[in-house]
C-alpha cells in the first residue's frame, strides 16, 4: 500500500472534522484529489485551505508541494492490491493473518446494543430494500436472499437509472434501506439512498471507518473497524456482519413455517425425472 495512503489511514481516527473531511476526499479519490492545487482540494472537501494545510502538517509533510511530490512518486505504482498480490506474489499466511485480525476486531465492533437495533428494524419494516457498490453489493444480495426466506418483502436494488426509480415509486415511510457503502463510495448508492430517505424510508448503514458520505444520515450505523480492509477487500467482512445481522434478526421471527413452505415450494418446482 502506497505510504500516503498508509499515513492516511492510521491517523484518520484522530483527526478533527473538517480535517477528516479532506482526508475522506483524499482517500475516496486518490491520487486525483491531491494533484490540483491545495485551494481547490479545501474547496472539494467543504473546508478552508488553513485546514487542509494543517492535515497536510500531520502528515509531516513541511508543504503542499511536498505532499504532492510524495503523491506522484507512490502513484507511479498500481494502487491495487489485488494486482500488487498478483505481481509480488504475497504471503497467504500474512494475508489469513490479516484476515483473522480484522474479523476478530469486525466482530467485536458489532456489539449486542447495536445489532438489537438493526434486527428491531429488519423485522419491522413494512418492506426492506438492500443495495451496495460494485463489490459491497454481493454482501447486500446475500442478505436479500437469506432475510427474504425468513420474511417477506425484501427487495434488491441494482440495475440502471429507471429499474431503480421504479423501486423507488415503492418506497414508504415505513420501509427500511440497507446500504453497503465502502471506499471507493457509490455514487448510484447515495443516489437511491437519499431519494429513499426522502420518501421517508429508514437507513441501516454499514460502512468502514473511513466514514461513508452517508453516514451522517443512518439511523443506524454499523461501522467497520479500519482492521477490517482485508488482504484486497472488505467483502469477507461484509459477510460476517451480514451473518450476525442474520442469526440477531431469525430469532426474533417465527420463520419455521415459512421455511417450511419455502422448501415444499423449491421441491415442486424441480423437474422430475422420467422413468
Known amino acids: 500500500m502506497e505510504p500516503v495512503v498508509s499515513q492516511l489511514e492510521e491517523i484518520y481516527p484522530r483527526l478533527a472534522p473538517g480535517e477528516r473531511a479532506v482526508a475522506r476526499l483524499l482517500l475516496d479519490d486518490y491520487p486525483f484529489a491531491a494533484l490540483g492545487s491545495l ?38 505504482e498500481d494502487r491495487s492490491r ?31 446494543p447495536l445489532l438489537d437495533a438493526a434486527a428491531d428494524a429488519l423485522v419491522s419494516a413494512r418492506t426492506v430494500w438492500t443495495l451496495g457498490g460494485p463489490l459491497s453489493e454481493l454482501a447486500a444480495d446475500y442478505l436479500t436472499r437469506q432475510l427474504g426466506a425468513l420474511r417477506p418483502a425484501v427487495r434488491f436494488v441494482t440495475g440502471p437509472a429507471a429499474e431503480r426509480a421504479r423501486s423507488l415509486l415503492e ?7 440497507v446500504a453497503y457503502d465502502f471506499r471507493r463510495y457509490s455514487a448510484e448508492t447515495a443516489a437511491f439512498v437519499r431519494a429513499a430517505l426522502g420518501r421517508g424510508a429508514r437507513l441501516l448503514l454499514v460502512t468502514d471507518a473511513w466514514g461513508s458520505p452517508l ?38 421471527l417465527e420463520a419455521s413455517g415459512r421455511l417450511d413452505e419455502l422448501d415444499a415450494l423449491t421441491r415442486s418446482l424441480q423437474p422430475t425425472e422420467k422413468a
Open 82 to 112: 489485488l494486482r500488487a498480490f498478483a505481481a509480488e506474489g504475497a504471503d497467504p499466511r500474512s494475508a489469513a493473518a490479516d484476515l483473522h485480525n480484522g474479523l476478530a476486531e469486525t466482530i467485536t465492533a458489532v456489539n449486542a
Open 171 to 177: 418506497v414508504t415511510p415505513a420501509d427500511l434501506v
Open 215 to 252: 453516514a451522517g444520515e443512518a439511523q443506524i450505523l454499523v461501522p467497520l473497524p479500519r482492521e477490517a480492509a482485508g488482504p484486497i477487500a472488505p467483502l469477507t467482512h461484509e459477510i460476517a456482519v451480514t451473518e450476525l445481522l442474520l442469526v440477531a434478526t431469525a430469532s426474533r
Open 39 to 76: 485551494r481547490s482540494l479545501a474547496e472539494r472537501a467543504g473546508v478552508s485551505a488553513p485546514t487542509a494545510s494543517r492535515l497536510v502538517d500531520r502528515l509531516g509533510y513541511p508543504g503542499f508541494a511536498q505532499f504532492q511530490a510524495a503523491v506522484r512518486t507512490a502513484a507511479q
